[in-house]
C-alpha cells in the first residue's frame, strides 16, 4: 500500500498526544521512572532488532514490529503481555503485513532461543520460554489492539525521496537513515508523521556533516518548531545512551518491570 | 500474558454471534472461506450485511493483507470492510461488510437466459456504461494506491441493491493472497477448478513472471464485451487447468481466434516473453488471419464505427505496454456521449435481476458444485440452452455466488490540506492520480475520513 498517508489509519488513529502518552503508562510509571520506561524499551527494541537481523528481515520490516509493539504498549500496560513474547509476536505480524513471507513457527521460536541465548544472555539468565502456541494466542490480541490498522508509513521512503531532492552526498543519506533507525527507540514513531521524522533525521545529519541546508529547509514551508521537538527526543536519546550501559543495567530493570499474573486470581 | 488482563478483554470482546443473525443465510462458498447474509440482532439498524467467515483458522498472510487493505481503501467503487470479529475460541476471522444483492455473474446470467428465452430485460439503455465508468473508477483508485486486482471476473463485481447506494459497483475480493508469489504459482495453490482463464491478459499466458496494472484493464476489457454480448468473450474449455504452467494453449487459441493473431508491429516484445518459443512452435498465425474483434463483436450487433466498440478495442489491446490506463479509459468519448453514465446503474429504473438465494449449509455442496462447475464450463454451449429452460447454468459454481458490499464512502471525503505544499507529502506527490475525481460523476461527499474511526 502506498496510499496517501494524510488519510491512513496510521495518521488518523495513532499519531498520538504526548499527554495522552504520559496518561496511558501512568500505572506501569508509578512502579518504573520515565528513564527506566524508556530503557526498558529500548531493549525490546534491540531485540526486536536483533531478532530481525536474525531473521534477515528487511529494515520495514523490523521497523514496522517495532511501532506494533510500542503501539500495544501505549494502550495497555507492560503487565498485560510480557514484551519478551509481544516482541516476537510483532515480527510475526509485521512479516506478514509486508509481505516478507510467512515465518515459520518453528524457525522464529528456534530464532528467539538463539538470539536470547547468544546475544541477551546479559538480561536472561533462562532459556526463551515461549512457545507457537502462546505466539498465536498473542498475535489475536496485538491485533486486537491495534484496532486491526496494519499498514505502517515509515520515515525511510520519505527520507530517500527527500536526500533525492536535496541532492545530498551519500554519506548524509546513511548518517540519517541510521538516526532513523535510532528514533525507533524514542516515542517518535507514537507522535510524529513519518516525513517530519525524516525531516528531523536529515537535519540532525547535515548539522554533523556541516552541510549547509537551510535554504532547503526554508523552502519546505514546513513546521521547524515540530522538526526540532523531534530533534530533542532523539537528542535525549543519544544523552541517555552516553552513560547508560545496557548490559549492566538492563537485567535489574527487568527484575523491576511490572509482570504479567498467569494465574487465575481465587475468587 | 496477564490471565485478569485477558479475562476482561474477552469479557469485552463483541462476539459476531451475539450481534449478527446469520445462521442458515449462507450465500457464497469458495476458497476464501463462507460468507453469510447477516442482519443486527438489535435491530438498532435494519441493514443487510455481508459476514465472510475466512477459510481456515487464525491470521494467514492472505487474511492479513486482506484486513490490512480493506482498512485503508475508501471508495464508492470498493468493497468496504465496516468491522473485523476475531473469534478467539476458535480462532476464526470475520469480515464485516455492507450486502450487495447483485453481482456481474448473475446479472450477466439473467441477460443470457432472457436471450436464449427470445425475451428482453428491462434494463436503461446506459447500465453497461455505467457499470464500466463505475468499474474502471474503482480500478483506478486502487491502480493509484498500487494495488492490484489480479482476479477481475464478473463474479467479484457487485451492484448493491435497493438502498442509498442503490445500483454502485463494489469492487471485491481483490487478489490479496497473490501479492506476494509470482504470478503464476498461486494458481496451483488455489482450488484448481475455480480459476478460470477466460479474464487472463495474453501475456500472463505467455509466461509474464509479474501482476501489472494492464493486466487488470484486460480483464475489464473482457468484462466490457461480457456485458455488452452477454458472452464471455474468450470463453475456453477448461479441463487440464490444475497444471501450474501458465502457458494455456486452449485458452490463447480461443483469444487469437476472436482477435486474430498479434502482429509483430502491433505487440514488438512479444519476442521476449518466456513462452514465446512454444507459442511459435503451437500456432500458426495463418489459421487466424480472417478473425478480428471487429468481426467477432459485429457479429454480436456491436457496430465497430461506435464509441463502445472503440474503447473496447482500447482496453482489450494485445501489447500490455499499448493497452489503456483506467484514467485514460475514463476520459473516453464513450462517457460523453449520451447516454452519461449515472450513479445508479439502474437509472432508478426497476431492478429486474434476483436476489440471492440461500446455500445449504453443509459441506457436501462445496464439492459438488465444484464437479458441476466443471461440467458447466465444459459443456457451455448446451448449458446455455439449458439456461434457456431451467434459468441456470454459466460458467461460475454456485459456490462463488456471492459476494459483497457497503455503503456510502468517498474520495471526496478526503482532507484538505493544500495549505501545505507538495513537497511535505512524498506519498501523495508520487500518485498524483489519487486525489483526482472522475469529471463525470459526482458522488455525494461524505466525511467519510472522520466516520471511520467510529464506525470502526
Redesign the interface.
Known amino acids: 500500500m502506498a496510499g496517501n498517508f494524510w488519510q491512513s489509519a496510521h495518521y488518523q488513529q495513532w499519531i498520538l498526544d504526548s499527554q495522552d502518552l504520559i496518561q496511558e503508562r501512568r500505572p506501569d510509571l508509578e512502579v518504573l521512572t520515565e528513564e527506566e520506561y524508556q530503557k526498558i524499551m529500548i531493549f525490546f527494541t534491540n531485540f526486536i532488532q536483533q531478532l530481525g537481523e536474525t531473521l534477515k528481515l528487511r529494515q520495514q520490516v523490523i521497523a514496522t514490529a517495532t511501532t506494533f509493539l510500542k503501539r500495544f504498549y501505549a494502550r495497555n500496560s507492560l503487565r498485560c503481555i510480557d514484551p519478551l513474547l509481544l516482541a516476537p509476536t510483532s515480527v510475526f505480524l509485521s512479516s506478514k503485513v509486508e509481505e516478507f513471507g510467512v515465518i515459520s513457527n518453528s524457525r522464529l521460536i528456534s530464532t528467539c532461543q538463539s538470539v536470547v541465548k547468544n546475544k541477551f544472555s546479559y538480561a536472561y539468565t533462562t532459556e526463551f520460554p515461549y512457545r507457537t502456541n502462546h505466539i498465536l494466542e498473542c498475535e489475536f490480541y496485538l491485533l486486537e489492539s491495534l484496532d486491526c490498522c496494519l499498514i505502517v508509513y515509515q520515515p525511510y521512503r520519505p527520507l530517500v525521496q527527500y536526500m533525492q531532492d536535496l541532492g545530498g552526498e551519500g554519506e548524509v543519506l546513511q548518517l540519517a537513515w541510521r538516526i532513523v533507525n535510532d528514533s525507533l527507540r524514542t516515542d517518535v514513531c507514537l507522535l510524529f508523521p513519518p516525513y517530519e521524522i525524516a525531516l528531523a533525521c536529515i537535519h540532525m545529519a547535515c548539522v554533523v556533516h556541516q552541510k549547509d541546508c537551510k535554504q532547503w529547509f526554508a523552502e519546505l514551508n514546513t513546521d521547524l518548531d515540530r522538526i526540532m521537538e523531534i530533534t530533542r527526543y532523539i537528542l535525549n536519546l543519544y544523552e541517555l545512551w552516553k552513560t547508560y550501559d545496557e548490559r549492566k543495567e538492563v537485567q535489574a530493570l527487568l527484575q523491576k518491570m511490572p509482570k504479567p499474573t498467569t494465574q487465575p486470581v481465587p475468587r | ?7 476482561k ?1 474477552n469479557n469485552e ?1 463483541a462476539k459476531v454471534e451475539e450481534l449478527f443473525c446469520y445462521e442458515g443465510c449462507k450465500v457464497g462458498r469458495g476458497t476464501y472461506g463462507h460468507v453469510y447474509k447477516a442482519k443486527r440482532k438489535d435491530s438498532s439498524d435494519i441493514k443487510e450485511y455481508a459476514l465472510k467467515q475466512i477459510e481456515g483458522t ?4 492472505s487474511a ?2 486482506e ?3 480493506l ?4 471508495h464508492p467503487n470498493v468493497i468496504n470492510l465496516q468491522r ?1 470479529f ?1 473469534s ?1 475460541a476458535d ?1 476464526k476471522v470475520w469480515l464485516l461488510f455492507d450486502y450487495a444483492e447483485h453481482d456481474l455473474w448473475h446479472i450477466i446470467k439473467f441477460h443470457r437466459a432472457a436471450k436464449a428465452n427470445k425475451k428482453t430485460v428491462q434494463v436503461t439503455k446506459g447500465m453497461v456504461k455505467s457499470l464500466l465508468y463505475q468499474i474502471l473508477d474503482g480500478i483506478r483508485y486502487l491502480h493509484s ?3 492490484l486486482h489480479r482476479d477481475l471476473k464478473p463474479a467479484n463485481i457487485l451492484v448493491m441493491g435497493e438502498g442509498t447506494e442503490r445500483g454502485r459497483v463494489k469492487i471485491a475480493d481483490m487478489g490479496f493472497a497473490r ?2 508469489n509470482s504470478p503464476l504459482k498461486p494458481l496451483a495453490d488455489l482450488d484448481p477448478v475455480v480459476v478460470t482463464f477466460w479474464y487472463r491478459a495474453p501475456e500472463l499466458l505467455l509466461g509474464a513472471r509479474h501482476y501489472t496494472k494492464a493486466i487488470d484493464i484486460w480483464a475489464i476489457g473482457c468484462i466490457f464485451a461480457e456485458l455488452l454480448t452477454s458472452e464471455p468473450i474468450f470463453h475456453c474449455r477448461q479441463e487440464d487447468i490444475k497444471t501450474s504452467n501458465p502457458y494455456h494453449h486452449d485458452q490463447l487459441d480461443r483469444i487469437f481466434n476472436v482477435m486474430g493473431f498479434p502482429q509483430e508491429k502491433d505487440w514488438v516484445d512479444i519476442k521476449k516473453m518466456p513462452e514465446h518459443g512454444t507459442l511459435m512452435k503451437d500456432f500458426k498465425k495463418n489459421n487466424y488471419s480472417s478473425s478480428s474483434l471487429v468481426k467477432y463483436m459485429d457479429r454480436h450487433k456491436i457496430k465497430p464505427d461506435g464509441k463502445a466498440f472503440m474503447l473496447l478495442q482500447k482496453l482489450l489491446t494485445m501489447d500490455p505496454t499499448k493497452r489503456i490506463t483506467s484514467e485514460l479509459a475514463m476520459q473516453d468519448p464513450y462517457f460523453l456521449e449520451d447516454p452519461l453514465p449515472t450513479q445508479d446503474v439502474f437509472a432508478g429504473g426497476p431492478i429486474p435481476y434476483p436476489k440471492r438465494e440461500f446455500l445449504s449449509d453443509e459441506e457436501q455442496d462445496d464439492k459438488s458444485d465444484n464437479k458441476k462447475k466443471v461440467f458447466m464450463e465444459q459443456s457451455w454451449t448446451n448449458q446455455q440452452r439449458a439456461a434457456a429452460t431451467k434459468g441456470g447454468g454459466g460458467g461460475e459454481p454456485a459456490s462463488k455466488r456471492v459476494r459483497l458490499g457497503h455503503h456510502q464512502s468517498s474520495i471526496g471525503g ?2 484538505n ?1 493544500s495549505h ?2 507538495q ?9 498524483p492520480g ?2 483526482q475525481q472522475g469529471g463525470m460523476m459526482n458522488y455525494t461527499n461524505t466525511q467519510q ?1 472522520s466516520n ?2 467510529q464506525r ?1
Request: net charge positive; aromatic share 12%.
Open positions: 500474558m496477564d490471565s485478569e488482563w485477558k479475562e478483554r470482546r487464525g491470521l494467514s498472510m492479513c493483507r484486513i490490512a487493505l482498512r485503508e481503501l475508501k473485523v476475531l478467539h480462532r494506491n498500487w494495488v501479492l506476494f478526503q482532507q490540506f501545505m505544499t513537497r511535505n507529502h512524498p506519498n501523495q506527490q508520487q500518485h489519487h486525489v475520513s471511520f474511526n470502526y
